[in-house]
């Protein structure tokens, strides 16, 4: 790099003395109030060579430097120097977001910056240092893109991580609209009414020299809003003395366990939106069919519910990416169902699926209930998921709803002290009053040596259809 930098300066010192030159000559000539000789001219275009080769000397030099530079950063980080590296088997889903929670969890327990924090924990992942520059530094981000690219990964390898286990995730892959909130307050998505056909832009038939036909397509807007959604999970400090594979792993249950089922209930959910608190759920003012219960047989009435449950997409001309959703309980009785001497569903269900559509198991669904979805009407937004560490602050161990009751979570439904054992106040206040036990603890991490972990992410999403989202109720079996 300093050879660039010799050669630089010295073309650059020819290109000034060539200046130089150039001004000396026209300042006699001009002193002298005459034009120059022919000698001079030929002199003054020598000059004028030089400064041309001399400007593109450095021009050159100065590409060749940042082209080298490049290649000497992309030699300290080769894990990823390119985002498809980001998918690969060499990283597992959800890794880069939960070292980053890690690396933040060790710096503030060990009062160390945070990238000292990475390099030590983690000396060989240069792409979770790239992240970590990216969250002290922005502007470093500039520099060669991968933080960008690796922190959007990031959000996408959470969802990875809980897709077996959970609903949402599985779904939002498939999502017709995947889009990001960063650097929007608010995203208008237009879409097609419900009433139009799907055939409205189609092309027609037309005779020779005969008009061709206009269409024209009314659309609607759905404006999606950025909705603050977060967890905290506190942990002893005795953590911090363990090694770092044991408090990743420890940190990335804990979160996981308490955002899958979270996430699930909040997208399955039949909330309705509550501005400045949370989108409405999937199911909300889905009213959906009533279990059969007239047929011949267990397996006539599942059939029947399958078809009331799947036949309105189809009417409405939905059929992309449809997905069922049912408990495991029901599958495993859908399974065993003998029809005409045959096992009707279950090698479809052993492959995933029911009539070539498929099917995602978890007892997030509730038990009386099939539920189906057609995931390309179906958008979704998300930002960039950040992460908070304290051992000093003060915190309401409650899990209230802003829908349920404009205020997230209530804090005003506390008391000043909470002992190791989760009991509010003194036992013998508690006891006497029956009204104390709807209140909540709160918990100082300072006197209880603990420390607590904050994750915030702005997500949404929208229905665009109305008919896109369907549901049998009262199932029995």
């Given at each position: 790099m300093?050879h ?7 073309t ?5 003395q ?30 004028a ?10 021009s050159?030099l100065?590409?060749a430097?940042?082209?080298?530079a490049?290649r000497?950063?992309?030699k ?7 985002a498809?590296?980001?998918g690969?088997?060499?990283?597992a889903?959800g890794?880069?977001l939960?070292k980053?929670?890690t690396?933040?969890?060790?710096a503030?327990v060990?009062k160390?910056?945070l ?5 030590t924990?983690y000396?060989t992942d ?5 992240v ?11 520099v060669?893109g991968w933080a ?6 990031t959000?996408q390898?959470f969802?990875d ?5 959970y ?7 498939v999502?017709g609209l995947?889009l990001n909130?960063?650097?929007y307050?608010?995203i208008?998505?237009?879409s ?5 056909t799907g ?7 037309t005779g020779e020299?005969?008009?061709?036909p206009?269409?024209r397509?009314t659309?609607?807007?759905?404006k ?11 942990f ?7 090694s770092v594979?044991?408090i ?28 400045g ?6 199911m909300n ?7 059969a219960t007239g ?5 006539d ?5 399958l ?12 059929e992309g ?5 049912m ?10 169902i ?13 492959r995933g699926?029911?009539?070539?559509i ?7 669904v509730?038990?009386d ?6 995931m ?6 998300s ?9 000093t602050?003060?915190f ?5 709803q802003?829908a ?9 439904q506390?008391?000043?002290?909470s ?11 508690h006891n ?9 603890p709160?918990r100082s ?11 915030v ?6 229905t665009l259809?109305a ?6 109720t009262?199932?029995?079996?």
């Amino acid at each position: 790099m300093s050879h660039f930098k010799e050669r630089i300066e010295d073309t650059q010192k020819k290109l000034d003395q060539s200046r130089t030159d150039v001004a000396e000559l026209m300042g006699i000539a001009e002193a002298e109030q005459r034009d120059l000789s022919d000698d001079e001219s030929l002199q003054l275009e020598g000059y004028a060579t030089e400064i041309e080769a001399s400007e593109k000397r450095i021009s050159d030099l100065e590409r060749a430097e940042k082209a080298m530079a490049q290649r000497v950063v992309e030699k300290q980080a080769p894990a990823i120097a390119q985002a498809k590296h980001l998918g690969s088997k060499e990283r597992a889903p959800g890794e880069i977001l939960f070292k980053q929670a890690t690396t933040q969890f060790i710096a503030h327990v060990n009062k160390q910056p945070l990238e000292v924090a990475a390099k030590t924990a983690y000396p060989t992942d240069h792409g979770l240092q790239a992240v970590v520059k990216a969250v002290v530094n922005p502007a470093a981000t500039d520099v060669a893109g991968w933080a960008q690219e690796l922190t959007e990964e990031t959000n996408q390898g959470f969802l990875d991580l809980l897709r077996g286990d959970y609903v949402t995730p599985q779904l939002w892959s498939v999502a017709g609209l995947n889009l990001n909130f960063e650097g929007y307050t608010a995203i208008n998505i237009p879409s097609r009414l419900s009433t139009q056909t799907g055939q409205e832009l189609g092309g027609g038939w037309t005779g020779e020299r005969d008009a061709i036909p206009v269409s024209r397509l009314t659309t609607a807007t759905q404006k999606i809003a950025p909705y603050k959604w977060g967890i905290i999970s506190s942990f002893s400090k005795e953590l911090a003395m363990r090694s770092v594979p044991s408090i990743q792993a420890l940190i990335t249950s804990q979160i996981a366990a308490d955002t899958g089922t979270k996430l699930d209930n909040d997208y399955l959910g039949e909330a309705a939106a509550v501005a400045g608190y949370n989108p409405a759920g999937l199911m909300n003012g889905v009213t959906g069919t009533a279990a059969a219960t007239g047929g011949a047989t267990v397996g006539d009435d599942m059939l029947a519910d399958l078809k009331a449950l799947i036949n309105p997409f189809y009417a409405a001309n939905l059929e992309g990416g449809i997905r069922i959703m049912m408990h495991p309980s029901n599958a495993l009785a859908m399974s065993l169902i003998l029809y005409n001497g045959t096992y009707l569903f279950r090698d479809e269900l052993a492959r995933g699926q029911i009539f070539g559509i498929p099917v995602i198991q978890s007892t997030n669904v509730p038990i009386d209930e099939l539920q189906a979805v057609v995931m390309s009407a179906q958008a979704v937004a998300s930002g960039g998921m950040t992460f908070d560490v304290s051992d000093t602050a003060t915190f309401v161990e409650i899990d209230d709803q802003g829908a349920s009751s404009t205020t997230n979570p209530a804090m005003e439904q506390t008391y000043p002290r909470s002992d190791m054992t989760g009991q509010v106040g003194d036992a013998a206040t508690h006891n006497s009053d029956a009204a104390n036990t709807t209140k909540a603890p709160i918990r100082s991490l300072w006197q209880t040596e603990s420390v607590a972990i904050k994750m915030v992410q702005y997500l949404s999403w929208a229905t665009l259809r109305a008919d896109s989202v369907n549901r049998i109720t009262g199932v029995s079996y």
